[in-house]
């Protein structure tokens, strides 16, 4: 399957709240759509995060995406990227996506000229993990 990875826009909004809502249920949270998309709405309406998306023309639906939360170093006077959020749909795993995605992050940090990545995943989550550390910042 070959999936594009792209930032994300308000008109993405619709192929984000599905894989946004497999991604809280993985972490144990009941399905909430509509506050989902809420949620979602809100960090685009209000510039609180970057997202970039993973899909397969062929599809409507997403294949996973990331989600970049702006934090700052008051050391080095720059800001930092934190990638709080990484999912991958099951059926388009262990196929590059969650690498291509966090590839995609670290460039816009290079872009946006920040410190860096900082990543962020729960300490039970050891594919997570095992693609943090092989990855690195």
Known sequence: MSTQIHQATIRDLHLL??????????YGEPS?????ETFLFDKFEHNESVIFIARDEKFTYSAGFTQLYSIFSSVSLKRKWLLN???????????GVAERLMNAAKDFAIRTKSKGLELST?????????LYGVWGT
């Open 85 to 95: 959020d990484l999912f991958v749909v099951k059926a388009f795993r262990k196929q």
């Open 17 to 26: 709240v599905d894989v946004f809502d497999q991604y809280r249920i993985f």
């Open 122 to 130: 729960s300490s039970d989550n050891v594919p997570a993990q095992k």
């Open 32 to 36: 909430d759509k509509q506050s989902a």
